[in-house]
């Protein structure tokens, strides 16, 4: 699970987006022998300092602070884990793990990262396709606010946290690009010291409209028991 900084005490509340970046150019490493045989994949996982082709850049400095506590709490740990497809949310899935990632280093601007493939089944999945000769990239993963600037370049806040650095992926160039248009329509809030889907926009927006029509004291029960269904 997603481990958020304490940036915020756990009466405020900021909104989230999920921001995912694809790289499609991973190289595929073979290790060991027979039985002992392991695959890996290897590439730039995270880039900042650029306007990146979803139209977002990451400040370096920002990028690298995140990366590091990344490393330090996850890498480190043998628990940066990633998926196999796109996830619909921050949490990483152990029931979806495919891979481990074993480091994560700068340079430059680039973090070059290693993940090895896993005996899991997603991990067998992933590790058949590769056999198959199927082309496979990485995504990273994580929240953050983000700030348009004069351009319309969309610059990513100093509260962007990395769920994983690198979800598997198929093709990170063609049709996924879809969904990810729709994970990312979603917000995500942070409140409670958790991060929860973001269901409380249309709930303001009834409010509001309820109070211009007079109407919120008699409607105050039902918005309530909705929004509760929906947590």
């Known amino acids: 699970m997603l481990e958020l900084k304490p940036l915020l005490s756990d009466t405020q509340i900021r909104k989230m987006k999920l921001i995912t970046e694809e790289i499609s150019k991973v190289k595929i490493i073979t290790e060991g022998k027979g039985s002992k045989k392991t695959l890996h994949i290897e590439g730039v996982f995270l880039q900042g300092g650029i306007k990146n082709r979803n139209g977002r850049m990451y400040p370096v400095d920002i990028l690298g602070?995140?990366?590091?506590?990344?490393?330090?709490?996850?890498?480190?740990?043998?628990?940066?884990?990633?998926?196999?497809?796109?996830?619909?949310?921050?949490?990483?899935?152990?029931?979806?793990?495919?891979?481990?990632?074993?480091?994560?280093?700068r340079e430059g601007n680039n973090f070059v990262g290693k993940a090895k493939l896993l005996?899991?089944?997603?991990?067998?999945?992933?590790?058949?396709?590769?056999?198959?000769?199927?082309?496979?990239?990485?995504?990273?993963?994580?929240?953050?606010?983000?700030?348009?600037?004069?351009?319309?370049?969309?610059?990513?806040?100093?509260?962007?946290?990395?769920?994983?650095?690198?979800?598997?992926?198929?093709?990170?160039?063609?049709?996924?690009?879809?969904?990810?248009?729709?994970?990312?329509?979603?917000?995500?809030?942070?409140?409670?010291?958790?991060?929860?889907?973001?269901?409380?926009?249309?709930?303001?927006?009834?409010?509001?409209?309820?109070?211009?029509q007079r109407r919120l004291e008699e409607h105050k029960l039902s918005l309530f028991n909705d929004f509760l269904n929906n947590l």
């Open 65 to 105: 602070k995140e990366v590091n506590r990344y490393c330090e709490n996850f890498v480190g740990k043998g628990r940066a884990l990633g998926e196999l497809g796109h996830p619909e949310g921050p949490t990483v899935n152990l029931d979806r793990v495919s891979h481990k990632i074993t480091s994560l280093v």
């Open 119 to 212: 005996s899991t089944p997603m991990g067998k999945i992933a590790s058949s396709l590769i056999g198959e000769g199927v082309t496979l990239g990485v995504s990273s993963r994580g929240v953050g606010s983000l700030k348009e600037d004069h351009t319309g370049t969309k610059i990513v806040g100093e509260d962007f946290q990395l769920a994983t650095a690198a979800d598997i992926v198929a093709d990170p160039s063609a049709p996924d690009a879809f969904v990810n248009g729709i994970m990312e329509g979603k917000e995500w809030v942070w409140e409670g010291g958790s991060l929860r889907e973001q269901l409380a926009e249309n709930t303001a927006k009834r409010i509001n409209t309820l109070v211009d």
